[in-house]
């Protein structure tokens, strides 16, 4: 009996003992080999992180006036807590009353939040009545919080968008580069290529929490950084005169202006445009319905797409300015000998082929001076033979037609300026016709309106070839300098000083006497150059640029317009404004007398 009652009470302590080691060895891995984890677990579950956007730098213009900016807005954020099922659901109850959104929708955005434990934003720009609703319910919403943020605004709406670009959620490809996600970075234009100085830093505050996710205190929190500051080239007075221009010409186009001394931008305009204020409003906000950022997306007509460095056209009549300083160059060409213009020029070889003139009757005997005046295409065609398509395309490529720019917005194309060696490489022949094409801007050969606006910049410059650029200098949030932009001088076109005068004195007269005439603004000398550039899918693109005041440009224009027929009529009025503009001395001239650009009505020029 005695030893079968030791007998139980050895199994009785084997159990406990057995018990107490697998206690003591969960003890052990708990608190020693898990313990930093579960640290870690329970001092996320007591505190709970609300981040803040930091406000972005200012985009300026030259002259300090702003064009991109911030303003305070409330915004919803929900960070999940482990709440009970049945506290979630109240949450999401009392939250659709107040924000106006259906228990669904709500249900639909807060699951991934709480299935990555991570923030959601839930509505941006929220209105002062839901910020005050939600402080009165706080102590019946745990996790959910109403933080004041400085969100990017555009001030002057839609000018300037291609240049500005706009702000997205960071994608996926993008959050390695330090973002957060939900951050709002650069997509387009400077807030895209300079969005690292732009953005600044995020701050935020970490918030002690009780069981049920409300909050008890601060324990710490760190204030967001505002971005650096950047000052464009930009002239916002050019801008909205090019952006008028457009506007009341009421077709696509762009229009591009440079300062022919260092290559600064003064306005670069592509329409139709588009309101980068569209993409700053989130889903869920109020009014979101009041803006279309989706349909830009899918818009037929490209608002999104900066013709000014993005499209490439054939160049037309404006090409006739480098067959000149060829011309004027070459000891092949006599410039006042004269060529005889019936209205077209017939092409012999095996199959001969007709080329025509603008005007049908001809411009008759003509030289040099006035065929660039008058843009007579027999003129040139023989010219173009006379030079040879080797020479033409030699000093495109030193005007820098036919290669990017180089200009701080991405996206820009390089054009295209044929050549033997092109179509060689191509397993193409080059025939005399490539070359009569080439010689009026026809054929393969394609400009952006920036390259145009180079072009003219180089005449005006008498053949210096800057880089454009649009971004004067980057400043600390403090004001002082953080870097400043130095002028770029790429190349130099070296010719004979007798060739700019030349040029001067031709350009000047297409304006005073020529195709440029709508041009013309009294007591200031105005070089300029129309083109029509054939399009077979449609209406005749319609081209101008120029440079004033002659005598010492300070600014040089390119205009394209989409259909616009011919130059004179529809792209030299929208010039004439962004010169305006740009002159203080011009400022006598009354918009009464101003010409508007017309894509219709009778016309002589091309």
């Known amino acids: 009996m005695k030893s079968e009652m030791e007998g139980r009470l050895r199994v009785i302590l084997a159990l406990f003992v057995g018990s107490f080691a697998v206690l003591a060895a969960r003890l052990f891995y708990l608190q020693v080999i898990q313990g930093e984890k579960l640290r870690t677990v329970a001092e996320a579950n007591r505190t709970q992180i609300v981040f803040e956007r930091a406000p972005r730098g200012l985009i300026l213009d030259r002259n300090s006036a702003v064009l991109a900016d911030n303003r305070p807005t409330f915004v919803v954020i929900f960070t999940p807590l482990n709440l009970k099922r049945e506290i979630l659901a109240e949450v999401i109850r009392r939250l659709s009353k107040i924000l106006g959104l259906s228990e669904e929708e709500l249900a639909k955005r807060l ?3 709480i299935r990555h434990s991570s923030m959601v934003r839930l509505m941006d720009r929220a ?17 959910v919080s109403v933080v004041i943020e400085m969100q990017r605004r555009y001030p002057q709406n839609g000018l300037a968008a291609h240049v500005l670009g706009f702000l997205g959620q960071v994608s996926q490809e993008e959050k390695g580069g330090g973002y957060r996600p939900n951050a709002l970075v650069g997509k387009m234009g400077l807030e895209k290529n300079y969005d690292k100085v732009l953005r600044g830093e995020d701050g935020g505050m970490r918030l002690e929490v009780d069981a049920s996710g409300r909050s008890l205190k ?15 080239t930009l002239d916002l007075k050019v801008q909205q005169a090019a952006e008028e221009g457009l506007k009341e010409c009421g077709k696509s186009g762009a229009v591009v202006a440079m300062d022919p001394r260092n290559g600064d931008i003064l306005a670069i305009a592509s329409a139709p445009g588009f309101d980068p204020n569209a993409f700053v409003y989130i889903r869920g906000e109020e009014n979101a319905e009041d803006y279309s950022a989706g349909s830009l997306l899918i818009d037929p007509e ?10 490439r056209y054939p160049p037309g009549s404006i090409f006739k300015i480098i067959d000149t300083v060829v011309a004027l160059e070459s000891k092949k060409v006599d410039i006042l000998e004269t060529n005889y213009c019936p209205g077209y020029y017939r092409l012999s070889g095996a199959v001969p082929k007709t080329f025509l003139c603008w005007k049908k009757e001809g411009h008759r005997s003509v030289a040099l001076l006035d065929g660039l005046v008058n843009s007579c295409n027999v003129y040139f065609y023989k ?5 040879g398509p080797d020479a033409i395309e030699s000093l495109a490529r030193q005007f820098g037609l036919g290669s990017r720019t ?13 050549g033997r060696g092109m179509f060689k490489t191509n397993k193409r022949s080059w025939y005399d016709g490539d070359t009569l094409n080439m010689a009026i801007g026809q054929g393969t050969i394609l400009f952006t309106p920036l390259q145009a606006a180079q072009m003219a910049s180089v005449v005006a410059s008498r053949g210096k070839v800057y880089r454009p650029h649009l971004v004067k200098e980057v400043r600390y949030p403090t004001g002082e300098i953080f870097s400043r932009a130095k002028t770029e001088l790429m190349r130099e076109v070296r010719l004979t000083p007798g060739t700019w005068d030349f040029m001067d004195q031709a350009m000047t007269q297409v ?4 195709t440029g005439q709508s041009c013309k603004i009294p007591g200031v000398a105005v070089g300029g150059k129309t083109g029509t550039a054939q399009n077979p899918h449609g209406k005749d693109h319609a081209w101008f640029v120029a440079f004033a005041p002659v005598e010492n440009p300070t600014i040089a224009v390119s205009v394209l317009i989409e259909h616009g027929v011919h ?14 503009a740009a002159l203080p001395a011009a400022g006598t001239a009354s918009a009464a007398n101003m010409a508007k650009p017309s894509v219709s009505g009778e016309f002589s020029g091309d």
Do not use: C, M
Not at 302 to 311: T, V, W, Y
Not at 567 to 580: C, M
């Open 111 to 113: 699951k991934p939040a």
């Open 127 to 143: 209105s002062r009545h839901i910020a005050f609703a939600l402080a009165e319910q706080k102590p019946n919403l745990p996790g």
């Open 218 to 232: 601060i324990l710490d929190s760190e204030e967001p950084s505002v971005g650096y500051e950047i000052r464009t």
């Open 302 to 311: 490209e608002p999104l797409f900066n013709r000014a460095i993005q499209g």
């Open 383 to 387: 010219l173009g033979l006379k030079l």
């Open 406 to 418: 180089g200009i701080e917005i991405k996206g820009e194309d390089e054009g295209l300026i044929p």
């Open 511 to 514: 304006v005073e006497r020529g």
């Open 567 to 580: 130059g004179a009529t529809a792209a030299a009025p929208i010039a004439r404004k962004v010169l305006l």
